[in-house]
């Protein structure tokens, strides 16, 4: 579907944005430089675009807009969507220490801050925080809102939007989780821009007083080493 909205468009826009300001300041590894800046350059360009159709290598056909949105063509993407539950709780780690909270809607993030280090987002009033693992080309944001969204909504506008960076950006594992006993929806989500592969791994959570998504995302190549700290971060999800 096609979407407005300022808060739709953040979901990917500000997270290159702000992995532009780590290339240039504090990330040292050549690959992880080439991939952030030429996802923020494939983003802008698509600003260019008249409306059109297109077939994604997929296989599904959609309208491209002149300002880089898109929508499919004569398809309702949440229909027949089936995700599962999985039976295990999750729950924050005895390491996180540290409880960060949000100054918009009732949820905090436990973070252990000796493998963390955090700041304010300031460029950007949707999003609240950055963070860094310190060891390690690992990233996360904290993005948050005042409305409630339902979180298949959140699924395609996530999936949408990254894709307009990452054409072929798909999802890779997805389930409702009960995580500090909330409802969450778990996205792994893997693409390329320009030939090199990034993951994104984050939950999804919306309530009557709001939304908030809570990524990490790294290169693919760096997944299975970061895993365990991806889940420990994530986990730290708690409603105040």
Not at 17 to 25: G, M, P, R
Not at 76 to 99: Q, Y
Not at 160 to 174: D, K, Y
Not at 209 to 214: A, I, P
Request: hydrophobic share 40%; net charge negative.
């Amino acid at each position: 579907m096609k979407y407005s909205n300022k808060y739709f468009y953040v979901i990917l826009f500000y997270s290159l944005k702000i992995n532009l300001y780590f290339c240039t300041q504090t990330i040292k590894n050549p690959q992880m430089k080439k991939l952030l800046i030429l996802g923020i350059f494939c983003f802008i360009a698509l600003y260019g675009f008249t409306q059109k159709k297109a077939i994604t290598e997929f296989g599904e056909e959609v309208i491209l807009y002149e300002n880089g949105s898109w929508e499919y063509l004569g398809a309702d993407t949440l229909s027949n969507i089936e995700i599962p539950t999985s039976n295990e709780r999750f729950e924050k780690s005895e390491k996180a220490t540290f409880l960060l909270k949000s100054t918009r809607i009732n949820l905090g993030f436990w973070i252990n801050p000796k493998k963390w280090s955090f700041t304010k987002a300031g460029e950007n009033e949707d999003a609240e925080y950055e963070l860094q693992l310190r060891e390690g080309d690992l990233y996360g944001l904290i993005i948050s809102e005042k409305i409630e969204i339902p979180l298949l909504s959140l699924r395609e506008i996530a999936l949408e939007n990254g894709r307009s960076a990452a054409p072929n950006l798909h999802i890779v594992q997805e389930e409702y989780r009960i995580v500090n006993g909330l409802k969450v929806l778990f996205l792994q989500m893997d693409g390329t821009v320009q030939g090199i592969k990034i993951s994104y791994y984050g939950y999804y959570y919306s309530s009557p007083e709001g939304t908030v998504q809570f990524l990490t995302y790294t290169s693919q190549n760096l997944l299975d080493e970061f895993r365990s700290s991806c889940e420990d971060l994530l986990n730290g999800l708690v409603e105040l």
